[in-house]
């Protein structure tokens, strides 16, 4: 089932003023946690704006989602909208469970995701594998009951934690 994300309209003000600051808090929260890591991966990218505002910060930017319909979406904004940022940023559709690559990532972001999953320990493990030594993971999830048909996983304090 596509996921029906629209975090890059919501970022415009498309979805509301209200939300769009909101939304635009928790970003630049994301962004900010990045800090000087300058190779980064947002799993999970969703419709990519995360992915495109650490780019505009001059990062190498790898953004991976598993949605076909998402990753399009960010590529064609890419494309229209930023193209002066294409040598930074890339966007790769794939289940991350099966990503490969070369390199291993000084920061990893993994924001609103584990939430969806069914094993979002062994998520976790394979990000640790992918991760730099001295690398920096960046996880939020939504906090205790969240009664959304996709979320398979609850997290309060201590599941964190652990």
């Known amino acids: 089932m596509p996921n029906d994300d629209k975090i890059y309209q919501a970022y415009m003000g498309q979805m509301g003023e209200k939300f769009q600051t909101q939304v635009k808090t928790r970003i ?4 900010e946690q990045v800090g000087d890591y300058d190779t980064v991966w947002d799993v999970g990218c969703s419709q990519g704006i995360t992915s495109i505002l650490l780019a505009q910060q001059g990062k190498q930017v ?5 949605q076909p319909e998402s990753i399009q979406f960010a590529q064609d904004i890419l494309e229209k909208e930023y193209p002066e940022l294409q040598d930074n940023l890339k966007f790769v559709c ?4 099966e990503y490969k690559s070369s390199t291993k990532a000084k920061c990893i972001i ?6 969806h999953l069914e094993n979002p320990e062994h998520f976790l493990e394979i990000a640790a594998q992918h991760l730099d030594e001295d690398g920096k993971l ?3 999830v939504p906090f205790g009951v969240n009664n959304h048909p996709d ?5 309060y304090m201590y599941t964190l934690y652990s």
């Open 28 to 31: 630049s929260w994301i962004v």
């Open 138 to 140: 960046i996880v939020t």
């Open 110 to 115: 993994i924001t609103e995701v584990l939430e």
């Open 94 to 97: 794939t289940d991350f469970f």
């Open 151 to 155: 979320h398979f996983s609850t997290f």
């Open 62 to 66: 790898t953004g991976i989602d598993i």
